[in-house]
């Protein structure tokens, strides 16, 4: 017991001198209210200064950047195209990789430390909601609209509106993305769909959903026609991912919120809305009986695998799965395209995700960051990372015009049919606030209760509970 | 080696101090020990730090920090979700321990036995920990896929080629704890089998003089000369599993639901996916604590063993 | 020398029963393992065939693509891979960790066990604790900390921070390793006219060689599998293998053989290192207050 003691007050008396002292930097950076306005771009210690009024692509030369990456597509995308980067600006670019499903784990540590190790970061349409209030996302308003940073010929008019809309926001709970300043640019995006194999829908006499309970009984059907085969796949790990490819748009269309304003405060409306409570039910009832049997264990590679391996016949999930897998699958003209199927008769409210990419705000070359970030969207490096490279789906509309995108994704039955129809109901639906992914992953542990027995109701309460308790 | 540990048990243990005549001897200990406790005991610094968060409102999405003491400790000792964690901590650990140990124990005898099998399988006994845990869960879920899985192929013969693994609430402790024996068992194996191989053969001789059974032999002569060894092994793999992270996480983040959700996954999941280390660091500090009284008694009781044995 | 060599009688019953137990208990532990480096032998469709496939014709391209560290990816061409060198960062963080940990933690260990001092038992207590602070509970001060003074990604930090995770085990294993060597060694010869050290490092020293032997690799082991201290506090130069093993699973593909292919050939330095150490291991880890 001596020792317990002696560890004990040894602990507290250091504890007392360490609190004292003030530790490290627990405080992040001050003003979470930045505004829209001057980005302190004069703290940029550029080797040259940024000369007046006019752009100049090599204005750093000879600077140094270091990006943070998800190991994705977009990223070898852009990384085989860095010695045209060079070549235009003058300036090295290191680039550091990080296993997708630990990437955020690590950024989220990297602001908290106040790092200036990276310069600019991948990052995700949700995760704006989390980093912008503290401030470690820089604001970039003020880069674009500066002539002499951004160049003339750089369009953002011509990225579509709704992707801007979704990466700005005001940094209140509550309040919608759309206001506030923009903290991040896009790179590629995916919308919710329905992916299935044209053959065996029509082999076993089955149209393609147009709706959730179609699609269960379509599922049903499949089951029975072939017995071996997965009728459905769908992610469903514990996690936030596991949302918004399928089920933030099912549950949207049938008038589920995830919150709501009561009184001024946010409260978790998962249970709330009787409508979409039973369509968690039907969803309980498709994934216990026609999606993967190892419900619990699917990431979205999973989900792309099995249908590549020719193992399901379905899948409910990000469209550019389809893009970046139909050609080197085994059957290229049997992927087919389809409106996420949701309430009957519904509107196709398709959530979307996009992958863009920000600003440190503790980076201490922010001018030469903003010259990396204009040039991998510039419309003409989109159109080439879409055409040539994996970057998709382009953010711009004039790549989605071009001829080449056209020509490409022809092949794939449906794509562009499917974007035009669902186009102007595609948006982040989510109610933007900085506890977005506690909220999700607590919804996706509920869809695992629910898929394990329990009712949709009492998980969608018990998780409802849990995520209000977070709230305070 | 020297028989005197027999003839004169309690000098040995005492471990023939060395009593200090100068001052300057008076320090050699520490002038010895201190590099050793400076480099380690700096790196703690940083645990009295996470202490001190664990005592605030800490987020990293919000600048502002208030000292609030004990409040996270009062409101995480009331909520359902700690009092799970503590459950799935403690059913796991004490399921890994209790099967690992036998099954190492068993192991060791049979190693021990010195037969082909024995000689040709030895140098591999520690294979499995070789791999990072976090790496051999994946290996494993490969193996249990129902779309690809070598395992769910074998007991597709059994008619159970979808059997859930970790995706069932039912089945998911099962799971894991399959993975955390095959990976740690070795461990246990290992000591206790050096044990064996040093034993003292004087006892074993003169049970065979007197025409001992086998059984007797093994109850009484074998397994108290042999505790001290399962004990530390023990006490070690208790530490370990009652902070495992690596196999749980890697199999399931927590899921499914909150049927696995320890308290390093909930502390992980709290810290880095939520942003909330003031809590996440409390339910880590609050197993560190749980650890510590624990290995307190364990190593007391190790300490009277030695001091029983011979 | 134990209790096996003493009986004269050995039951055939025993013989055979041991043999076919060691067999199902080895073909569960060794199952997996062979498992995997069948699928570094393996074509993606292989690995994912249904039924598995136990004959396959092998590919040396999972090997070849770790090797000259490329991919090739449709759409994007070549794409490097940093496998080897994390290989080598890994290697080199380990080794001196441990070096590290056995050169400040013998000698501490001796004390321990030698001298009777004023807390002893705390401080030997202490030791054991580092290992149950979990690296999570100082990862995030660690981050803070290191950024302040620079040792953010860099070697000697996560050599540093390795400490926590080897030395505890090197000190508690050798403390009872030295515990069971008899003093009368040291004292006689310093009653000859010795000085203390010249006997520890004579006599002393080459008997606990095993001891060392062992929970070196044992610490080795568990440094050569952290994930967690190189995930936060690394950086791409001083990536580890278990990151960099995690990165073939990624959004265009999963390249499980790829990775079963990398994960083998990090094996391999462990698996060199516990052959060489076994003819010292079992006898290494003897511990405890009895003796041959």
Not at chain 1, 353 to 370: L, P, R, V
Not at chain 2, 236 to 246: N, V
Not at chain 3, 169 to 175: A, G
Not at chain 3, 270 to 280: D, E, H, K, M, P
Request: charged share 15%; with cysteine; aromatic share 14%.
């Amino acid at each position: 017991m001596k020792q317990i003691r002696f560890t004990i007050i040894a602990l507290l008396v250091l504890v007392f001198v360490v609190t004292a002292c003030a530790p490290a930097a627990p405080a992040p950076a001050p003003a979470a209210e930045k505004p829209a306005a001057e980005a302190p771009a004069a703290e940029a210690p550029a080797a040259e200064a940024a000369p007046a009024g006019e752009f100049n692509w090599k204005a750093y030369e000879g600077e140094t950047l270091n990006l943070l990456m998800v190991k994705h597509p977009f990223a070898n995308t852009m990384e085989e195209r860095l010695p045209q980067f060079k070549e235009l600006t003058g300036i090295d670019v290191t680039l550091e990789y990080v296993p997708e499903e630990t990437y955020f784990d690590k950024l989220t540590t990297v602001f908290a430390g106040q790092s200036d190790a990276y310069d600019a970061y991948m990052t995700g349409s949700y995760m704006v909601w989390q980093y912008s209030p503290a401030g470690y996302m820089e604001p970039l308003d003020a880069y674009l609209n500066d002539p002499s940073k951004t160049p003339a010929d750089y369009d953002v008019d011509d990225i579509y509106p709704f992707l801007l809309k979704d990466m700005r926001w005001s940094g209140v709970d509550g309040e919608p993305t759309g206001g506030g300043s923009l903290y991040a640019l896009p790179w590629g995006f995916h919308t919710s769909n329905l992916i299935y194999r044209k053959s065996i829908l029509q082999e076993c006499g089955v149209d393609v959903p147009k709706d959730l309970e179609e699609l269960y009984a379509a599922g049903l059907k499949l089951k029975e026609c072939k017995p071996d085969m997965i009728p459905l796949a769908v992610r469903g790990t514990r996690g936030w991912a596991t949302i918004h490819p399928s089920v933030m748009s099912w549950f949207t269309s049938y008038g589920g919120k995830d919150f709501e304003m009561v009184d001024g405060k946010l409260q978790c409306a998962l249970n709330k809305n009787p409508d979409a409570v039973a369509a968690t039910e039907l969803w309980g009832k498709i994934i216990r009986e026609i999606a993967q049997p190892n419900y619990a264990d699917y990431t979205w590679y999973d989900v792309a695998n099995s249908f590549v391996q020719g193992q399901s016949v379905m899948f409910y999930d990000a469209d550019i799965i389809g893009y970046f897998n139909r050609e080197g699958s085994e059957f290229p003209d049997d992927w087919g395209l389809a409106p996420p199927p949701g309430k009957p008769g519904g509107d196709p409210t398709a959530n979307e995700w996009i992958w863009a990419i920000g600003m440190n705000s503790f980076s201490k070359k922010k001018d030469a960051a903003w010259l990396w970030m204009v040039w991998s969207t510039s419309p003409e490096f989109v159109l080439d990372a879409a055409v040539n490279g994996l970057t998709v789906d382009p953010p711009r509309a004039s790549t989605w015009d071009s001829k080449e995108w056209k020509d490409k994704i022809a092949p794939f039955t449906g794509y562009v049919d499917t974007w035009k129809a669902i186009e102007p109901y595609t948006k982040v639906y989510y109610t933007p606030q900085a506890g977005f992914f506690e909220a999700t992953t607590e919804w996706s542990a509920a869809l695992q209760e629910i898929h394990a027995g329990k009712s949709a109701q009492e998980a969608l309460d018990a998780a409802c509970k849990r995520i209000d308790e977070a709230l305070e | 080696m020297s028989t005197s540990n027999l003839a004169n048990p309690a000098s040995e243990l005492e471990l023939a101090p060395l009593n200090p005549v100068s001052a300057k001897e008076k320090w050699t200990p520490f002038i010895i020990l201190g590099p050793a406790l400076i480099t380690v005991g700096v790196v703690m610094i940083p645990f009295l730090i996470s202490v001190y968060y664990s005592m605030t409102n800490y987020r990293l999405t919000r600048p502002d920090i208030d000292f609030v003491w004990f409040r996270n400790y009062a409101r995480i000792l009331s909520s359902s979700t700690f009092w799970n964690s503590v459950r799935v901590t403690f059913t796991y650990a004490f399921l890994a321990v209790s099967i690992e140990t036998m099954l190492g124990i068993f192991i060791a005898f049979l190693l021990n036995t010195e037969t082909l099998m024995a000689k040709i399988f030895k140098p591999f006994l520690l294979m499995p920990l070789m791999i990072a845990p976090l790496i051999s869960t994946l290996i494993w879920r490969l193996m249990m896929s129902p779309g690809f899985g070598v395992l769910n192929y074998f007991l597709s013969f059994f008619g159970q080629r979808n059997f859930p693994w970790a995706t069932s609430p039912d089945t998911a402790m099962f799971t894991v704890l399959l993975v955390e024996v095959w990976t740690f068992t070795p461990f246990i194996a290992l000591l206790v089998l050096a044990g064996l191989k040093a034993l003292p053969r004087e006892p074993f001789e003169a049970a065979l003089v007197d025409g001992s059974s086998k059984w007797f032999t093994l109850r009484n002569i074998t397994f108290p000369l042999l505790t001290p060894y399962i004990a530390i092994a023990v006490i070690f793999r208790l530490i370990d599993s009652l902070r495992q992270f690596d196999i749980v996480f890697g199999m399931t983040k927590g899921g499914p639901g909150d049927t696995l959700m320890n308290f390093q996954v909930y502390g992980y999941t709290s810290t880095f996916m939520y942003m909330k280390p003031a809590e996440g660091l409390t339910y880590i500090i609050i197993n560190w604590i749980i650890i510590y009284v624990i290995s307190q008694y364990m190593v007391k009781y190790l300490n009277k063993i030695q001091s029983r044995i011979s | 020398m134990n209790q096996t060599e003493i009986k004269e009688k050995k039951n055939w019953w025993t013989i055979i029963g041991a043999n076919l137990a060691l067999i199902v208990i080895f073909a569960f532990f060794l199952f997996p393992i062979l498992w995997m480096v069948g699928m570094s032998f393996k074509t993606i469709d292989d690995i994912l065939a249904w039924p598995p496939k136990f004959i396959f014709t092998p590919t040396w391209d999972n090997y070849r693509a770790i090797i000259t560290s490329t991919i090739e990816q449709r759409g994007v061409g070549k794409i490097p891979i940093d496998f080897m060198p994390s290989f080598w960062h890994t290697l080199i963080i380990s080794t001196l960790s441990v070096l590290l940990s056995v050169f400040l933690g013998v000698p501490a260990a001796y004390a321990i066990s030698r001298f009777k001092f004023k807390g002893r038992d705390d401080i030997s207590f202490t030791f054991l604790s580092f290992r149950f602070g979990p690296e999570l509970l100082v990862i995030i001060p660690i981050y803070f900390i290191f950024q302040k003074i620079g040792l953010m990604g860099t070697y000697i930090g996560l050599i540093w921070v390795y400490q926590l995770i080897t030395m505890p085990m090197i000190i508690w294993i050798m403390k009872s390793y030295v515990d069971d060597v008899p003093v009368d060694f040291e004292d006689a010869c310093v009653v000859d006219g010795y000085p203390r050290w010249k006997a520890v490092l004579r006599i002393v020293l080459p008997i606990i060689r095993p001891g060392i032997a062992a929970s070196a690799l044992l610490a080795f082991i568990y440094a050569w599998n952290n994930f967690l201290f190189s995930l936060v506090l690394g950086s791409a130069s001083t990536s580890t293998i278990t990151l960099s093993a995690m990165k073939f699973i990624s959004a265009e593909a999963l390249r499980y053989g790829i990775m079963s292919a990398g994960i083998v050939i990090s094996f391999l330095p462990i698996l060199a290192f516990s052959v060489f150490a076994q003819r010292y291991f079992v006898r290494g880890l003897s511990m405890g207050a009895i003796k041959r």
